[in-house]
């Protein structure tokens, strides 16, 4: 199982990203799919989950901000993050694997995301 993150990048305050993450070894539309975030001496913490029959759940930091989708035909899930915040700098993790709900065992390599203010 691979997951490939990426879309990350350099935004100002208020800007909007988009993450992908693409999966080969394990389908997407099969389990659950998360984003997780990591700041500099701080803990991994989730983002959000889209779930295994694509109900979704966010931390109160990013709800009516950021958005998961799945597309079943490419096998990604994205994360559209708008009116994106300096604390939302962090790197970006994909993690899958856990069927219906939850966090799995596998983790993509992750994205950096920096919002300068």
């Known amino acids: 199982v691979q997951l490939q993150a990426s879309g990350g990048g350099l935004v100002q305050a208020g800007d909007s990203l988009r993450l992908s993450c693409a999966a080969s070894?394990?389908?997407?539309?099969?389990?659950?799919v998360g984003w997780y975030r990591q700041a500099p001496g701080k803990q991994r913490e989730l983002v959000g989950i889209?779930?295994?029959?694509?109900?979704?759940i966010y931390d109160d930091s990013v709800k009516g901000r950021f958005t998961i989708s799945r597309d079943n035909a490419k096998n990604s899930v994205y994360l559209q993050m708008n009116s994106l915040k300096p604390e939302d700098t962090a790197v970006y993790y994909c993690?899958?694997?856990?069927?219906?709900w939850g966090t799995g065992p596998y983790w993509g390599q992750g994205t950096q995301v920096t919002v300068s203010s």
């Open positions: 889209i779930g295994r029959a694509g109900s979704t």
């Open positions: 070894g394990i389908a997407f539309r099969l389990n659950a």
């Open positions: 993690n899958t694997g856990a069927q219906n």
